[in-house]
């Protein structure tokens, strides 16, 4: 006898899956609505695995495969950093670290109008949000929130930008806050902006937080959570 295997949305949940893994069936998820975020796409009924990683889940229905890579798959509603490369008439053209340029509409900022486009420098960093990310056609980006508001996104001025994987970005925008993130948080005072393709940006009084608390970042992916403290105490006494 066949044994069908079990696709109820907890049985996969913080598993490790590979490419072709079913990992939900709609048909038993009846009067639910989801959302499928990186790495997981729908086949009829069937969600199934597009990448090696594990199943994650937010509330209240989105489901997403958290994976460690150095090139960052566009999805939408990630917060991303990303830097200008060219302007058009009608829109930037963003570097977003993907396998294709995003673009940003010269009217998606909060109260955008003809009359007041910004004006962006080559090399300048933004902080966007990916509104569209279709299958073989360049990311769309705002500088808004879903409401409209400009929120926390647009320009990232002075500081100091440097790329990670898109694994540890997603640790440092977990919740609880990251252990490295929190023992620094305790110490120093810093800005910071993580962006899910992987680049981060931190911005300080003094270039020795900087340097100390990008360190710190880049270092503190392979190890555990005391292991994370220890370190930030170590790299925390070069600078007393």
């Not at 993580?194 to 360190?215: C, F, H, K, Q």
């Amino acid at each position: 006898m066949e044994n069908k295997q079990s696709s109820s949305p907890a049985s996969f949940v913080d598993s490790t899956v590979v490419p072709g893994d079913v990992v939900l069936d709609l048909s038993s998820m009846t009067n639910q609505t989801i959302k499928l975020g990186g790495g997981l796409r729908q086949d009829c009924d069937a969600i199934s695995a597009m990448k090696a990683g594990t199943l994650r889940f937010s509330k209240p229905n989105k489901y997403w495969i958290e994976s460690s890579q150095k090139r960052y798959v566009p999805c939408v509603e990630d917060t991303i950093l990303g830097i200008v490369v060219d302007s058009k008439a009608d829109n930037f053209l963003i570097d977003i670290k993907g396998p294709a340029m995003g673009f940003l509409p010269v009217l998606a900022f909060e109260g955008g109008t003809r009359r007041n486009i910004p004006k962006f420098e080559v090399g300048t960093l933004l902080y966007l949000r990916v509104v569209k990310a279709n299958f073989g056609m360049n990311p769309e980006l705002s500088c808004t929130d879903a409401s409209g508001k400009a929120a926390e996104f647009g320009p990232l001025k002075d500081g100091y930008m440097f790329e990670t994987s898109t694994g540890l970005s997603r640790k440092l925008l977990s919740s609880p806050a990251c252990p490295v993130l929190e023992a620094l948080g305790k110490k120093l005072s810093f800005e910071i902006a993580v962006g899910l393709n992987g680049r981060v940006w931190v911005n300080a009084a003094s270039p020795d937080t900087i340097v100390v608390v990008a360190n710190a970042i880049m270092k503190s992916e392979c190890l555990s959570e005391a292991q994370q403290i220890i370190m930030v105490d170590h790299l925390l006494k070069n600078i007393q």
